[in-house]
């Protein structure tokens, strides 16, 4: 289904803009990809030694401030 979808996307009259999208898409999915990989190996997962899971909750603060946001209260 996605060589049909490209091979579509390919004979559309918008090409640059639909191109434009899609790399966007993809972009947005490795993020979210990344961000949530990140989240259940720092947090999630048993085993994770103390430290590791210290230093997890200190790069999630530092970047929820970037957007912002309040950190959690225990």
Known sequence: MGAIGLAALEQARGRAIARAVLAAATGWSIFVTLALTLHYQGVETWG??????QNYQML?????????????TP
């Open 48 to 53: 994770v030694p103390e430290t590791a899971r």
């Open 60 to 72: 999630a603060q530092t970047v929820d401030s970037w957007f912002g946001l309040k950190p959690p």
